[in-house]
């Protein structure tokens, strides 16, 4: 966990930033909080499948709602210089940031404020999850999540489980199991949303599959977890293992993406509402949910969630303001 001297560190590095930097600066800046977190020895490898995930996930987005794709064919058989090669991504990541009409100088300082308050750690012993588990959900569960909408896709599960397995550091659990309820307690949001919880616990427990890494014990514990995640749920979670994965569900970080995934959420199941309606729809439902008389419970401490919910209500106490950040955000998407 970053001490006192890390964060003040980090925060003196944030606040040198300005518009007036110049990307030589900035790729300084960069390295320097690198070092601080602890990652500037990481071998080459582990930095470009990191890098490969996240474009990854980037290609997913944009090639789901792409209608004709084209290929540069010279490249099928050429390889270039890696500094050709990184100014490639480099040239990518700028122009996609034009045509979202993204500022890459602001996401990278509210980014950066969001990670100087963040816990960081190298490697943790204490939280791996068995490689045979894992190995399994992400080959055979996860694909799963194609079936819901983008606001309940394996993104969003992949933050929920990140976010769990950062709050079990805290807690004696079985960190198999907080990553278990994690991964599965979406699986049944395409079949019925009003019970998706149900229907997600009873899909975790016919997987004969499971029963090779758990209890029965252990089982029913991971089932009423998965059945307790959800905000809207008229009692508390029956223990810790639902309190942790149902914490972490409340994923409202980044307002934007809250606005993203709300707006996907009301395109696949309000399909009646006209899109003036549907906008209207975002700012009701995050004003119901996480407003000051708002359902949405954390039952840990969640700094992070505490930060953001400020921020979120501040922005709902504009109606007008919001609703036009809603359109721009939609537009975008």
């Known amino acids: 966990m970053a001490n006192k001297d890390s964060m003040n560190s980090q925060l003196e590095l944030w606040n040198s930033l300005n518009e007036n930097n110049t990307l030589q600066e900035v790729q300084k800046y960069i390295k320097n909080v690198i070092e601080i977190r602890g990652f500037a020895n990481q071998e080459i490898e582990k930095t470009m499948l990191l890098l490969l995930e996240e474009v990854g996930e980037l290609a997913k987005s944009i090639r789901k709602n792409a209608t004709n794709m084209s290929i540069d064919k010279n490249k099928i058989n050429h390889y270039d210089t890696i500094e050709s090669e990184v100014a490639d991504v480099f040239i990518v990541l700028n122009s996609v940031c034009n045509k979202l009409n993204i500022d890459l100088y602001k996401a990278l300082k509210d980014k950066e404020e969001q990670n100087i308050k963040r816990k960081w750690s190298q490697e943790d012993k204490s939280i ?13 569960i ?16 992949r933050t929920v489980i990140q976010r769990s397995l950062n709050f079990a550091k805290d807690y004696n659990v079985n960190v198999d199991m907080v990553y278990t309820v994690a991964a599965y307690h979406d699986l049944g949001h395409h079949i019925d949303r009003k019970k998706h919880e149900i229907i997600s616990a009873e899909i975790f427990m016919k997987d004969e599959k499971i ?36 914490t972490a569900d409340r994923t409202i970080i980044d307002i934007d993406n809250s606005i993203k995934r709300s707006y996907s959420y009301g395109k696949r199941n309000y399909i009646g509402l006209s899109e003036e309606e549907q906008i209207e729809r975002v700012y009701n439902h995050l004003l119901e949910k996480y407003g000051e008389n708002g359902y949405a419970k954390v039952y840990i401490e969640d700094k992070e969630f505490d930060e953001a919910i400020k921020k979120l209500r501040e922005a709902l106490s504009n109606k007008e303001e919001f609703i036009e950040r809603v359109k721009k955000v939609v537009k975008a998407h």
């Open 128 to 140: 791996e999850v068995n490689k045979e588990l894992r190995e399994y959900i992400e080959k055979e």
């Open 211 to 246: 029963k090779k890494w758990f209890t029965d014990e252990q089982r029913k514990i991971i089932k009423e977890a998965i059945e307790d995640h959800r905000a809207s749920s008229k009692h508390e979670p029956r223990t810790i293992y639902g309190m942790i994965v149902s």
């Open 142 to 157: 996860f694909p799963l999540y194609d079936k819901n909408e983008e606001g309940h896709g394996v993104s969003h599960i």
